[in-house]
Structure formats: structure tokens, C-alpha cells
């Protein structure tokens, strides 16, 4: 049996609980090995395009016992970088149960340096001093910045280990189908459905029936399908599971205290929009399409793999016409990722996920994907994509407002 190694946080790092503390609980294997990978996606988000940046995929390989040989298990497809996503990151392995002690330290550590750096004041003096304090306060903002998004993504990926689904690994063909299909998952058997609402899940089904159409029950069939367009679809699903938590995150807590509007205590087979006017269901999905033209934000998640026909499959539900019954200035509130944190999350869990596509820009502006892989995948395995990346979105929601509510960082 290999010695365990007591885990040690890096310097200028404190732990969540006293050094004493985590050297009396917490022996982690010394086995630790990152795999790289690199990608560049431009997904769009709110109103402009974000490129994704360099990612790595996280392996724990497994220490060498009598009984047992060398396995990697992935946890999660993004490597943590900072000291402190580091640090988080090897108590998610061995005892995850401690994770959120060791985040709220950490934002309590974060607190006390952006405090400090505040009180800090500006050399009177210009020049080359001036010049060289501001870059040190940039650093450290950045510091800050980035121990705050793996923050969000440590909480993110511990929702799914509380949930015990597991996060899918690398997209790249299997060495063990010949095939060379990439979706060679463990099927969480319904958990993913389970994490959300009754409410939310219908308007999932009618996001899953958006993209998939008529091959959504189809667990058979196989296509090959750009790699680019899928993780497009994958980044945006996420974004609509964001949106979508939020949005039923407000609808539940309208409906317990009994003031939704009135029109939901009504048929579900008629919506009421904003001006009054009754319309069948038939009709609301052009309603609906008309709003996702004025806000791109919505409009993202609708980008299906076949043709994308609009409302395509789309059935009527409370929450759906909730939604429909908002103005034009409170859906582009809600359509909206409210931090930039959560918005490079987004980008580089999506680019660690699929990689980096070979694209080339026109003269004229536009992308050449000639040279953008395929990859075989069935339609069973896209449901999973798409299922798992909406509640990739709905827990960076939940963590964003844990984290908000102990560190102000959301700007809107």
C-alpha cells in the first residue's frame, strides 16, 4: 500500500478549517495527475461573443493496493489552477462533505484582501511608482477573479457529486467501442431529470424536442455531427438551464405565496400575454419566437441540431407561460448571466469539454468549417449532453447566489 501524504495547503493559502485540523482529517493521494487539452469556441453570450480559453481536464489516479491497479477516474473536465481552486479541489476528492467550510474561508479570505487592497492609497507621486501600483492592484484583481470562478465551479461540481451523476469526461472516440462512438457514458438513470421541478422539467422537455425533434426517444440511431455545432448546443443549454432556474426559482416562490398572475390558475391550454389578449397554443410558440428575436440571450438555447424548426414538439406548460407573460425589459433582466464569473465558467467548462476546433475566418467574415471534426455520437447520447448541460446551468445559478450572498461580486 502506498504511504499517504498529508495534504498541505500552497503558500499564502489558508485553509477553510485550522492547518491542526485538516492534518488530523484529511490524508490525500499524492497521485495527482492533470491531462491537457486546449479549445477555442465563440459561444454568444448576452449581447456580444466570448472566445474560450485554455482548459484542462482533471484525472485522479488512484494509489497502488494489493487488491487494485492504476485507474484513472475523471471528476470533472476542467482543471483548477489557482492555489485556491487547487486546494478546493483536493478536498472535493477525498472528502467533499467539507467543501463548503472550506469556500466560505476562502471568501472570507478574498473579503479581507479586497478590503485591504481598498484601504490601500494611491501613490501622490506619478511615474513609473504610479504605473507599477496599479499593475500590482491589477494582478491581484485578477488573483481575486480567478480564485472566484473555481470557487463557482468547486460548488458546481459538487452539486452533481451530491446528486451522484457523474460529469461527462473529454468528448473524444472511444478506445473501447470500435466504432468510434464518444458517448461511452454511465447513464445516471433519471437523477439528471430529478434535480429539478415538475415545472422546470416540462420546459426542458420542450428545449430537449427543440433540438433533438422527433429523434428525442430515439436510443438507437447514430449520426456524425460537427463537433463545433455541438458544443455551440452544449454552451447554450447551459446558459437556458441558468435562465431557466432563475425564472422557476420565481415562479415557485410566486406560487406558494399565491400571487401569480391570474391567467396561471387558468387552462394551460391558453396563454395571456402582456396586452391582454388570449391565444391558442398553437400560436404561442410564434409568440415566443417573436421574443426570442428581441433577446438573443433566449433565443441561443432554441439552436437545435436538425433543421431548428421553432416550436417544433413544443407542448404548453404553467411554466412556459409564465415566462410568456412578461414584458420585454423583465425577460432581458432574466435572460441575462449576471456575472462574468459565471460567464468564463461557461466558456471554459464548454472548451474543456469538446476541445479546440480547427476554424478559419473569411475575407468575408464568416467562419470555414471545412475542417471541423465529426463525431459519431447516438441521439441518446446528445438527450445526455443536453440534460446534463442544463443542470450544469441551474447549479451555476444556485452557487452564484450562495457565493453573492457571502462576496459581492454580481454587478446587476
Not at 52 to 66: I, P
Not at 121 to 130: F, I, R
Not at 225 to 240: E, T, W
Not at 359 to 387: C, H, M, Y
Request: charged share 20%; aromatic share 8%.
Amino acid at each position: 500500500m502506498e504511504a499517504a501524504t498529508v495534504f498541505r495547503p500552497p503558500l499564502g493559502i489558508r485553509p477553510s478549517l485550522s492547518l491542526h485540523q485538516f492534518n488530523a482529517f484529511l490524508s490525500f493521494n499524492p497521485r495527482l495527475r492533470f491531462s491537457k487539452s486546449s479549445s477555442l469556441y465563440h459561444v454568444k453570450l448576452g449581447a456580444g461573443k466570448l472566445p474560450y480559453k485554455t482548459g484542462k481536464s482533471l484525472v485522479v489516479r488512484a494509489s497502488k493496493s494489493s487488491n487494485s491497479s492504476d485507474s484513472a477516474a475523471p471528476i470533472a473536465p476542467l482543471q483548477l489552477e489557482s492555489p485556491v481552486g487547487q486546494f478546493l479541489s483536493q478536498i472535493l476528492v477525498s472528502h467533499p462533505h467539507l467543501v463548503p467550510a472550506a469556500v466560505d474561508q476562502q471568501l472570507e479570505l478574498l473579503e479581507t484582501d479586497r478590503e485591504a487592497e481598498k484601504q490601500k492609497e494611491e501613490p501622490s507621486a506619478s511615474g513609473t511608482d504610479l504605473v507599477l501600483y496599479r499593475r500590482i492592484a491589477e494582478v491581484k484583481a485578477n488573483e481575486r477573479r480567478k480564485a472566484l470562478e473555481e470557487i463557482l465551479y468547486t460548488l458546481v461540481v459538487q452539486k452533481f457529486m451530491d446528486a451522484n451523476i457523474s460529469l461527462i469526461p473529454c468528448i473524444s472516440p472511444s478506445a473501447a467501442d470500435p466504432s468510434g462512438r464518444v458517448d461511452v457514458w454511465p447513464t445516471p438513470n433519471g437523477k439528471l431529470e430529478e434535480v429539478h421541478s415538475s415545472e422546470a422539467y416540462e420546459m426542458i422537455q420542450n428545449h430537449l424536442a427543440l433540438i433533438l425533434g422527433n429523434k428525442l426517444e430515439d436510443s438507437t440511431s447514430v449520426a456524425q455531427i460537427s463537433k463545433l455545432r455541438i458544443g455551440q448546443v452544449y454552451a447554450a443549454s447551459v446558459m437556458f438551464g441558468y435562465f431557466l432556474k432563475r425564472i422557476d426559482q420565481r415562479f415557485q416562490l410566486e406560487q406558494i405565496m399565491k400571487i401569480l398572475p391570474e391567467q396561471m390558475y387558468g387552462s394551460e391550454n391558453d396563454v395571456m400575454i402582456e396586452d391582454g389578449v388570449h391565444m391558442a397554443s398553437q400560436d404561442s410558440a410564434s409568440y415566443f419566437h417573436d421574443q426570442a428575436q428581441v433577446h438573443p440571450e433566449v433565443s441561443s438555447w432554441a439552436s437545435g441540431i436538425g433543421n431548428g424548426e421553432f416550436g417544433n414538439g413544443v407542448k404548453p406548460s404553467r411554466l412556459r407561460s409564465y415566462v410568456m407573460s412578461f414584458d420585454a425589459e423583465t425577460l432581458a433582466k432574466y435572460a441575462t448571466i449576471r456575472s462574468k464569473e459565471a460567464v468564463a465558467i461557461i466558456e471554459k467548462h464548454t472548451e474543456a469539454l469538446f476541445g479546440k476546433p480547427e476554424i478559419i475566418i473569411t475575407p468575408q467574415g464568416t467562419i470555414d468549417s471545412s475542417k471541423d471534426e465529426l463525431i459519431k455520437i447516438g441521439f441518446s447520447g446528445l438527450r445526455r449532453l443536453v440534460l446534463e448541460a442544463v443542470t450544469f446551468g441551474a447549479f451555476l445559478w444556485d452557487v452564484e447566489s450562495y457565493v453573492e450572498s457571502r462576496y459581492h461580486f454580481v454587478l446587476n
